[in-house]
Every structure is written in structure tokens, then in C-alpha cells.
């Protein structure tokens, strides 16, 4: 079934009670987040029309956080990673505010049979005046409890909610599907019939995001409708 999700049930057991005969038993269980990896059915070569990722493809984004001009350069890299046996396409993306450099990411990415497009963990360097200040968001799947998540249906449809990634206390987003036709115009144009999506975590429970996708091209607005204001469009997209 390639990477259908199971739903793992845990069920445990009250200790026994009168004379050593058991007379009762209470059962708990408890659903666990619990994706069925297997390697063989999944490609690096992403072609998800929402999601498309071919390498030598660079995305050019340009918003504002925080009052300061932020810009966002994504790469599709030739490079891979192997991540629980899954061979993952690797996306650079590097971010500066003021033209200074605040973070660098690996991102891993895996399509499966049905064309879902997985992603599978992220290597996070953060900066602050030219140095590195930490790691925080950092997560691979296969440790420490961390598991992939689904970054784009391969046919998405209002009301679907998935999970994007799991790792405990460090990487819980989920995604709700809320239109299929909405309209947006960014730098690098104007479009209809457009995947509208919202992105929230239960470790930011005051924040939702919402984020447009076009096919063939791929994610476009990146926009904050409840938390602190970001805003983030599609300015350029460069094809090696």
C-alpha cells in the first residue's frame, strides 16, 4: 500500500485484582502517529503539480517580518539523502532580513507511488551577525521518535487536515485544504484556480498561516492571517 498512514493502537492493561484471579480489565488506548515507510515506494524526482521540484529550479521570494524586507531563496539541489532508507531530493533555502543572513535549510523531500509529495526532515543553521547561534527546528526522521509528514497531496481536496512532519516539540505543523479556487496576483504574476491551504501547530496555538500553490509552478503566497504579520510572494523563479 506504499506510504498509507496506520494508526497504531497501544493498549494497556490494569494489574489483576481478588485472589489472583482477574475479575477486570481496563484497556486504554491511544492512536499514535505511525506512517508506513517503505523505501521502494518513493522517487526523489518530485513532480507533484502543486509541488513541483526539479532540480536546478531556484524560487525567489520577497515579503516583510517583523518591518524588516525579508527575502527567501529556495534551490532545488542535485544532491540527496537518504533518510529511513528513502532516497530524498535535498531544497537549499536561505533566508536574510536587511539583506543579512538569518538562516540556512536543507530541506528533504520524497514522492511516493500515488504522488504525494513527503517531507522528511530539515537541517536548520541559524545566524545572527555573520555567526551561527543555534540549531533550533532541526529534525530528521527515524530519530528520536521524529516521522515524515505529507508537505502536498497529490489530490487535494477541501477539508482534507494532514500532518506535514512529527517531531516531538520541535516539528508538529499540520495543513487544512481550504479552497481549490482561489485567486492571488504576486510579482511574478496573476493567478486563478489557485490551492489555497492553512498551516497550523499546536506549538504556536495562536498562529495560522495561510499559503496559495499554482500548478505547475508551485507555492506562491506565504501569508500570516492570525499571529505576528509575514507576508512572503513569489517574486522570480530561475530554471538551471
Not at 500515488?114 to 551561527?132: A, I, L, M, P, S
Not at 506535514?164 to 492571488?184: F, H, M, P, T
Not at 492553512?198 to 499554482?214: A, K, S
Request: aromatic share 10%.
Amino acid at each position: 500500500m506504499g506510504a498509507a498512514l496506520a494508526l497504531v493502537v497501544v493498549a494497556g492493561c490494569g494489574a489483576p485484582s481478588g485472589g489472583g484471579e482477574a475479575k477486570g480489565r481496563t484497556e486504554k488506548a491511544q492512536k499514535a502517529y505511525e506512517p508506513r515507510i517503505e523505501s521502494a515506494d518513493f522517487t526523489s524526482r518530485i513532480d507533484n503539480k502543486y509541488f513541483p521540484l526539479k532540480p536546478g529550479t531556484t524560487f525567489v521570494y520577497k515579503g516583510e517580518f517583523h518591518g524588516t524586507a525579508e527575502r527567501d531563496v529556495m534551490a532545488v539541489t542535485d544532491d540527496t539523502k537518504r533518510v529511513m532508507g528513502v532516497e530524498c531530493l535535498v531544497a537549499s533555502d536561505r533566508v536574510t532580513e536587511g539583506g543579512e543572513l538569518v538562516e540556512q535549510t536543507y530541506d528533504w523531500y520524497a514522492q511516493d507511488k500515488e504522488g504525494n509529495v513527503w517531507y522528511f526532515g530539515e537541517d536548520v543553521t541559524e545566524y545572527k551577525n555573520g555567526k551561527v547561534t543555534g540549531h533550533e527546528g532541526s529534525w530528521e526522521s527515524g530519530v528520536d521518535g521524529a516521522r515524515p509528514g505529507i508537505a502536498m497531496k497529490a489530490d487535494p481536496r477541501v477539508g482534507q487536515t494532514y500532518r506535514q512532519e512529527y517531531s516531538k516539540g520541535v516539528a508538529e505543523d499540520k495543513a487544512r485544504v481550504v479552497s481549490l479556487n482561489g485567486s492571488v496576483e504576486v510579482p511574478y504574476g496573476k493567478y486563478d484556480r489557485v490551492l489555497v491551504t492553512e498551516e497550523f501547530t499546536p506549538l504556536e496555538p495562536g498562529v495560522v498561516e495561510r499559503q496559495y500553490y499554482v500548478a505547475g509552478v508551485g507555492d506562491i503566497v506565504e501569508a500570516t492571517v492570525k499571529g505576528q504579520p509575514e507576508r512572503i510572494e513569489l517574486a522570480n523563479v530561475k530554471h538551471g
